[in-house]
């Protein structure tokens, strides 16, 4: 582990079936890496680790030979395809123990590296984690950026905290990822998980370009997947909708209620009528308030089994004094 002036950058990097891109891309992030080092902002130990995400094209063999080529590239390789989040995951859990700070970044060049510098730049002034952030979508179609914002709305409003414009180009720490590593659930939405871990953080803007070669692996249906994998495994705001929904039902059978026996008294109804009615009305009502009580426990059950941790220490002050002496 070095200092904080000079610390190990592992730029970590999914890959799933980008053979036209990768050969690209390659030599950019290692470019970028050597303009670091050279600038004295990050130590020439730093890497560039590929992730294999399971490719069916050539995308390994190239990572191999990168490797071959140059001792800064280095690869893993995932048994199967395990989605962007997994890899991403996966890189960042083997670097966390060798590096000193992480970069996730996508390999098609629609992130720009050059925002790299700024990262760095925060976290040797005592940032912990530092947000990428779109600063504009000039670059993407009107529904690319329609659906794009959308999403993010609908998870803030659904109670899934994520930062604006936001994917998943970021820098954490070894500090943070060694807390990170104590969030064991396997329904992963990164994005909304980092700021659960806290710490301090910024954020950085940079432009979205256009990719370089190849295709998107994010149509419109992994990306309402990724929604909504994002607000079931961050919130319980859709149970406590249902409870919400259901004491509305119940409110409006009750006046339902009453409403049919001011008819029956007024004698507008034929015989039957209104005690029908009156217990259709009470029982829907009763029925969604009970599932909603109901929901409200299974929500506690599935934060439960989560297991993630109750609080992380950030500062201690007998150690603080060390860690200066440190950097
Ligand atoms: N990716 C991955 N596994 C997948 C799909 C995508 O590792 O199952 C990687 C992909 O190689 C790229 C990044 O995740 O580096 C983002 O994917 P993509 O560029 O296709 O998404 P978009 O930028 O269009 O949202
Ligand atoms: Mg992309």
Same mark, same amino acid.
């Given at each position: 582990?070095?200092?904080?002036?000079?610390? =190990?950058?592992?730029?970590?990097?999914?890959?799933?079936?980008?053979?036209?891109?990768? @050969?690209?891309?390659?030599?950019?992030?290692?470019?970028?890496?050597?303009?670091?080092?050279?600038?004295?902002?990050?130590?020439?130990?730093?890497?560039?680790?590929?992730?294999?995400?399971?490719?069916?094209?050539?995308?390994?063999?190239?990572?191999?030979?990168?490797?071959?080529?140059? @001792?800064?590239?280095?690869?893993?390789?995932?048994?199967?395809?395990?989605?962007?989040?997994?890899?991403?995951?996966?890189?960042?859990?083997?670097?966390?123990?060798?590096?000193?700070?992480?970069?996730?970044?996508?390999?098609?060049?629609?992130?720009?590296?050059?925002?790299?510098?700024?990262?760095?730049?925060?976290?040797?002034?005592?940032?912990?984690?530092?947000?990428?952030?779109?600063?504009?979508?000039?670059?993407? $179609?009107?529904?690319?950026?329609? $659906?794009?914002?959308?999403?993010?709305?609908?998870?803030?409003?659904?109670?899934?905290?994520?930062?604006?414009?936001?994917?998943?180009?970021?820098?954490?720490?070894?500090?943070?990822?060694?807390?990170?590593?104590?969030?064991?659930?396997?329904?992963?939405?990164?994005?909304?998980?980092? @700021?659960?871990?806290?710490?301090? !953080?910024? *954020?950085?803007?940079? #432009?979205?370009?256009?990719?370089?070669?190849?295709?998107?692996?994010?149509?419109? *249906?992994?990306?309402?997947?990724?929604?909504?994998?994002?607000?079931? !495994?961050? *919130?319980?705001?859709? =149970?406590?909708? /249902? $409870?919400?929904?259901?004491?509305?039902?119940?409110?409006?059978?009750?006046?339902?209620?009453?409403?049919?026996?001011?008819?029956?008294?007024?004698?507008?109804?034929?015989?039957?009528?209104?005690?029908? $009615?009156? /217990?259709?009305?009470?029982? *829907?009502?009763?029925?969604?308030?009970?599932?909603?009580?109901?929901?409200?426990?299974?929500?506690?059950?599935?934060? #439960?089994?989560?297991?993630?941790?109750?609080?992380? =220490?950030?500062?201690?002050?007998? #150690?603080?004094?060390?860690?200066?002496?440190?950097?």
């Amino acid at each position: 582990m070095n200092d904080r002036k000079h610390p =190990i950058l592992y730029i970590v990097i999914p890959c799933y079936n980008e053979q036209e891109v990768l @050969p690209i891309t390659a030599p950019m992030f290692l470019q970028k890496l050597s303009d670091l080092a050279a600038a004295g902002k990050v130590s020439p130990e730093s890497r560039v680790l590929f992730v294999n995400d399971g490719s069916k094209d050539k995308t390994w063999q190239i990572i191999c030979q990168l490797a071959k080529s140059d @001792p800064h590239y280095i690869g893993i390789c995932q048994s199967r395809n395990r989605g962007h989040q997994n890899a991403v995951l996966a890189g960042l859990m083997e670097a966390k123990d060798r590096c000193d700070i992480t970069i996730s970044i996508d390999c098609d060049g629609q992130d720009d590296i050059n925002a790299m510098d700024a990262m760095v730049d925060a976290y040797r002034d005592g940032c912990e984690v530092v947000y990428g952030v779109r600063s504009s979508r000039a670059t993407d $179609t009107f529904f690319k950026r329609f $659906t794009a914002e959308s999403f993010y709305k609908l998870l803030n409003a659904m109670g899934a905290e994520v930062v604006f414009n936001h994917a998943d180009y970021r820098l954490l720490s070894a500090r943070v990822l060694k807390e990170f590593a104590n969030f064991k659930e396997v329904n992963l939405f990164l994005r909304g998980m980092v @700021p659960l871990v806290g710490f301090k !953080s910024t *954020s950085v803007a940079y #432009e979205r370009h256009e990719r370089i070669a190849g295709e998107s692996h994010y149509p419109l *249906s992994k990306m309402l997947g990724l929604a909504f994998d994002g607000i079931t !495994s961050l *919130s319980v705001k859709p =149970i406590r909708l /249902i $409870t919400g929904f259901g004491c509305v039902v119940a409110l409006v059978s009750f006046i339902g209620v009453i409403w049919a026996i001011v008819q029956a008294f007024l004698g507008h109804t034929v015989s039957g009528w209104a005690s029908t $009615t009156s /217990i259709i009305c009470f029982v *829907s009502g009763v029925q969604l308030i009970c599932l909603g009580v109901i929901g409200e426990y299974i929500g506690k059950i599935y934060m #439960e089994t989560k297991a993630r941790p109750r609080y992380i =220490i950030s500062e201690r002050t007998w #150690e603080t004094d060390k860690d200066k002496e440190g950097s």
